[in-house]
């Protein structure tokens, strides 16, 4: 069993910061690809941020230079930092990972159930 268990929303002021985490936990041989997925409100689900095993970064262009994503391998843990966040950022943001267990011979997606996060005044 795996489960990935994100943690750091709540409700923030336009222009202020917060801190994601993603917390793996289970039976957990390694882990590949990580990101960070966020839905608005009335929107569909949209890719943020990912980060590979080696540490290579990409991000949505909505949040270039205001987010920043990183990962600990040893503590199987995702992290996103949000700087100068806006309104239209107000979003359930999601994990994501491609994991592969120890009792797996592929490796597979695990999605996290989200964190709220609001900007708003």
């Known amino acids: 069993q795996v489960q990935l268990v994100e943690s750091g929303g709540g409700v923030v002021q336009p222009g202020e910061s917060r801190k994601l985490s993603c917390a793996a936990s289970g039976s957990i041989s390694s882990i590949y690809n990580m990101a960070w997925y966020r839905q608005g409100p009335g929107k569909e689900r949209e890719l943020v941020a990912t980060i590979t095993s080696g540490g290579s970064t990409t991000y949505a262009d909505p949040v270039k230079g205001r987010f920043t994503i990183s990962r600990d391998n040893v503590k199987s843990t995702l992290l996103l930092q949000m700087n100068s966040l806006k309104p239209e950022d107000t979003a359930v943001y999601l994990c994501?990972?491609?994991?592969?267990?120890?009792?797996?011979?592929?490796?597979?997606?695990?999605w996290g159930e989200g964190t709220l996060v609001t900007v708003s005044t």
């Open positions: 994501y990972a491609s994991i592969r267990t120890y009792a797996g011979s592929s490796f597979r997606s695990y």
